[in-house]
C-alpha cells in the first residue's frame, strides 16, 4: 500500500511538489514567527533586571526607556548633578547607576557612567557585567567595551581609539585629542550593552572640555596630560538607573522622584515600560501571527485541491486497483497515506527551511537590535503547531479520500470519465 | 480448478435496479456459462452488460435473487470477501485505461498477486514466482521484453490491452471477464489480440466473458448470447421505446 502510494506521488510530482512546498512555506513562517516572537520577548524583557526603576528628564516612559536601556533615539534633557546627589541621598535608595549618553563611536554609543554600572547592573536572569579581557576603567581616557563594539571594530586590549561627538555613523567632527585607550572587554550579553563604549564620566567630560562654546578651535586644544591633572566633575547625566533597598518601597520612590521640585523629572519602573513598549510591537507580533495562520490555511487548501484536482482523472486508476482486488479501503487508505506524506514532507522541508530562515536572522537581529535568538529544538508549543499542521493536513486528505470512497462503491466497474 | 462440468456463473431471477424507484437494468431469469466456455456476450449501448459483469464481479449487489460465480454464492459474500472473491477468481479487463500510469508495465501485471494469496499460490505450485509469471505472461502476449520495466504510458493502446490481459490473466483465475477489451483497436490488431487471449484463456484452463458490440469476432466463440435475450428489463426497455414511436407516429 505504501509503496503504492509512494510510486502515485513519484508520478505526480510536480503538483506534489507544489503541494508539499505551500505547507513546507507556511510551516517555516509560523514557527519563524512564532519564535521570534517568543525570544525577541524574552530578550526583551531581560535586557535589563535587577533595577527597580529607571529616572530620566521628564518626557514619556516609553522614551526614556528607549534611551536609557536600549540607546535608541536621544534624550530630550538631562538630570543635574544635584538631582542625582538628592536622589542618591534618599534612604531608601540602595544604588545608582548615572548614565551619560550622546557621543558615539564608529556607530557605537558612548555611555558614561562610573564603576557602580559594572557592580549592579543586571541583565536577563540575575546576571551581572563580566570581563572577557583587561579590566574596568580606571583612568579619564579609559574605556570598557562591549562585546559586539570588540568583535565588529577588531579592537584589542590597549589600543587606541578616538571618540566623536554626536551620535551618528560619521560623526561631524573627532574629538582627536582625546585619544582613548581600550582597558577593557565584556562578555557576550545578548543585550544592547554589547554595542556600548563604556567610559567614566570623567571622560565624557574631558572630551567635552574645549566644546563649552560649541565649537572647538584649532590648536587651542587641552593636551591629554593636562586634562589628567584637572579635576572633572560631572554636571549632568542623561538617565539613572536605581536598585532599592527594598522593593516594597518602589511606588513611593516613583513618586517622590516624579514630584521632585527642582527639575522635572520622571521615573519608571523597567517592568511596566517594557510591558508597555512591548504591547506597542505586540501588535505587529499578532498581525504577523494571522497572517502566517492564514498562510498554513492556504498551504492546506492546496493541498484538497491538488489532491481532489486529481480525483477525476484518477477514478479510472480506482477502478483499476478495484478491479484487481484492492478493497474501498485501500482506495481510502492510499489516498489518506498520500496526503499524509506530503504533509510530512511539508513539515519536514518546513522545518529545515525554519532552521535556515532563524540561523540567517539570528546574525541580522544581533546586529540591528542587539536581540539573541538562538537555534533551538522546537519546544512545546511549536510542536503543537506541527500537531496541528499535522491533524489538519491528514483530515484535509480525507476529504478527496473520502471521496474516492463513495465514488469507488458507487461506480461499478464502469469507467466514468 | 472449474470442474467443466459445474457452470463457472450461474445466476438465478436476479434483479438490479441502480436507485430505488428506477426502472430495473438487469431482470435475469436464468443465466449460465459453463466450465471452460468462450461466451460472447453482445447487447446495444446501455442493455447492462457492464452492470451484468459488475454484478458477476461482486462490485455491485443485485435487489434480489442470486449468482453463484466459480462455485460461489456471492450474496453470502461480505465487505472486503467480495474485493477478496474478485482478485482470486476473476481477471478483469476493461475497454480502455485499464493500468496504473505510476506502476512500471511489470508492477501492473504483478499487482493482482499483491492482493491475493489464491493467485500467488497456484504461481508456486506452478514452480515459479509472480515476476517470472508475468515477464512469461507479457512474453506470450509478444510484447517485447524490453518495454517490462518502462512506464505504461509509452505503450500503444494494443500494447495496454495485452498487459491488461497479461495481468487478468497472472495466477490463473477460473474467470476472465472483457469488457469491450478491442474497441479501441483497429481489426487486424482485434483478431492478433482475441488469438493471444485465447490461447492464453485455453493454457489457464479459465472461461471466458467477453462482451463486445463486434458481431464479427462471435464466430470465433464458443457461443454467442444477445443479452436482451436473457434480460427482461432490456426487452421492457425496447418495447417501451417501440411503443413510444408507435404512438408517435400519427
Ligand atoms: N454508476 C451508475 N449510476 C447510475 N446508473 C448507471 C450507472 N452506470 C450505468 N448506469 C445505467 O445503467 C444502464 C446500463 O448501463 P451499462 O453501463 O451496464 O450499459 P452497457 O450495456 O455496458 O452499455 P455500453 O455498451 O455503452 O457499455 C444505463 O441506462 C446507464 O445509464
Ligand atoms: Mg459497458
Redesign the interface.
Known amino acids: 500500500m505504501i509503496s503504492?502510494a509512494w510510486?502515485?506521488i513519484?508520478?505526480?510530482w510536480p503538483t506534489a511538489l507544489l503541494a508539499v512546498l505551500a505547507i513546507a512555506m507556511s510551516v517555516a513562517l509560523i514557527l519563524t514567527v512564532e519564535k521570534v516572537r517568543r525570544d525577541a520577548r524574552n530578550s526583551f524583557t531581560q535586557t535589563v533586571s535587577g533595577t527597580d526603576l529607571i529616572v530620566g528628564a521628564r518626557s514619556g516612559a516609553i522614551q526614556l526607556l528607549l534611551y536609557s536601556v536600549f540607546r535608541i533615539g536621544n534624550a530630550t534633557n538631562n538630570i543635574s548633578w544635584e538631582s542625582v546627589h538628592d536622589i542618591k541621598e534618599r534612604s531608601a535608595i540602595d544604588w545608582v547607576i548615572p548614565i551619560s549618553l550622546g557621543d558615539s563611536h564608529a556607530g557605537f554609543r558612548v555611555l558614561g557612567t562610573n564603576h557602580d554600572y559594572f557592580t549592579h547592573y543586571r541583565y536577563g536572569n540575575d546576571q551581572a557585567l563580566q570581563l572577557a579581557k583587561g579590566e574596568l576603567f580606571d583612568d579619564v581616557f579609559d574605556a570598557v567595551l562591549g562585546s559586539e563594539v570588540a568583535a565588529q571594530l577588531g579592537y584589542q586590549i590597549d589600543q587606541n581609539m578616538v571618540v566623536a561627538h554626536g551620535t551618528g555613523n560619521v560623526a561631524l567632527v573627532e574629538h582627536e585629542r582625546s585619544p582613548f585607550r581600550v582597558s577593557g572587554i565584556l562578555k557576550p550579553t545578548g543585550t544592547p550593552v554589547d554595542k556600548a563604549v563604556h567610559v567614566s564620566l570623567e571622560g565624557i567630560e574631558a572630551m567635552h572640555l574645549d566644546w563649552r562654546n560649541g565649537a572647538t578651535v584649532r590648536g587651542e586644544g587641552t593636551s591629554a596630560e593636562e586634562i589628567r591633572t584637572m579635576e572633572l566633575k560631572p554636571t549632568a547625566v542623561t538617565a539613572l538607573l536605581v536598585g532599592l533597598n527594598s522593593r516594597t518601597a518602589v511606588f513611593r520612590e516613583q513618586r517622590a522622584i516624579n514630584t521632585y521640585r527642582e527639575e522635572p523629572l520622571l521615573a519608571v519602573l523597567p517592568g511596566v515600560a517594557l510591558q508597555e513598549l512591548w504591547s506597542l510591537i505586540g501588535v505587529a507580533e499578532k498581525a504577523l501571527f494571522i497572517i502566517s495562520l492564514c498562510v498554513v490555511f492556504a498551504g492546506l487548501v492546496n493541498l484538497v485541491s491538488v489532491l481532489l484536482a486529481g480525483l477525476n482523472e484518477r477514478r479510472?486508476?480506482m477502478?483499476?486497483?478495484?478491479?484487481?482486488?484492492?478493497?474501498?479501503?485501500h482506495v481510502f487508505l492510499l489516498l489518506c497515506i498520500e496526503s499524509t506524506v506530503l504533509t510530512l514532507g511539508g513539515i519536514i522541508l518546513g522545518l529545515a527551511l525554519h532552521y535556515l530562515l532563524v540561523g540567517a536572522g539570528a546574525v541580522f537581529l544581533r546586529e540591528r537590535f542587539g536581540l539573541s535568538i538562538g537555534l533551538t529544538l522546537p519546544d512545546k508549543t511549536d510542536l503543537m503547531i506541527l500537531a496541528a499542521i499535522a491533524i489538519a493536513g491528514l483530515v484535509a486528505g480525507m476529504l478527496p479520500a473520502l471521496q474516492a470512497y463513495r465514488k469507488s462503491l458507487s461506480d461499478?466497474?464502469?469507467?466514468r470519465l | 480448478m472449474t470442474n467443466n462440468e459445474s457452470p463457472v456463473i450461474q445466476i438465478n431471477d436476479l434483479e438490479f435496479r441502480w436507485k430505488a424507484n428506477t426502472p430495473l437494468v438487469l431482470n435475469i431469469p436464468e443465466f449460465s456459462v459453463s466450465g471452460g466456455e468462450r461466451l460472447f456476450l453482445r447487447g446495444p449501448s446501455g442493455s447492462g452488460k457492464?452492470?451484468l459483469?459488475?454484478v458477476i464481479?461482486a462490485?455491485?449487489v443485485p435487489q434480489s435473487g442470486t449468482a453463484v460465480v466459480t462455485g460461489v454464492p456471492l450474496h453470502t459474500l461480505k465487505?472486503?470477501q467480495k474485493?477478496?472473491f474478485?482478485?482470486?477468481h476473476i481477471g478483469?479487463v476493461?475497454?480502455?485505461?485499464?493500468?496504473?500510469?505510476?506502476?512500471s508495465v511489470l508492477?501492473n501485471v504483478v499487482?493482482?498477486c499483491?492482493?491475493?494469496k489464491k493467485r500467488r499460490d497456484t504461481i508456486r505450485q506452478m514452480g515459479s514466482t509472480a515476476t517470472d509469471e508475468a515477464m512469461r505472461l507479457l512474453k506470450a502476449m509478444e510484447l517485447p521484453p524490453n518495454l517490462t520495466n518502462q512506464s505504461v504510458t509509452e505503450l500503444s493502446v494494443g500494447q495496454q490491452q495485452r498487459v491488461a490481459v497479461a495481468?487478468a490473466l497472472i495466477g490463473q483465475p477460473e474467470l476472465i471477464i472483457a469488457?469491450e477489451p478491442t474497441s479501441a483497436l483497429d481489426t487486424d490488431t482485434r483478431q492478433a489480440f482475441l488469438d493471444l487471449l485465447f490461447a492464453e484463456v485455453q493454457a489457464a484452463n479459465s472461461s471466458l466473458l467477453f462482451v463486445s458490440h463486434d458481431v464479427d469476432l462471435s464466430q470465433r466463440f464458443d457461443r454467442a448470447v444477445d443479452l436482451k435475450s436473457i434480460n427482461l428489463a432490456a426487452q421492457a426497455l425496447t418495447d417501451a421505446n417501440a411503443s413510444d414511436t408507435m404512438r408517435a407516429a400519427p
Do not use: I, Y
Not at chain 2, 94 to 103: T, V
Open positions: 503504492l510510486n502515485s513519484r508520478n505526480r479510472r486508476e477502478a483499476v486497483l478495484r478491479s484487481t482486488g484492492a478493497r474501498p479501503v461499478g466497474l464502469s469507467q | 457492464t452492470t459483469l459488475s464481479a462490485v455491485l465487505g472486503g474485493d477478496q474478485r482478485v482470486d478483469l476493461f475497454q480502455q485505461f485499464n493500468l496504473l500510469p505510476f506502476l508492477d499487482l493482482p499483491k492482493f491475493s495481468r469488457d
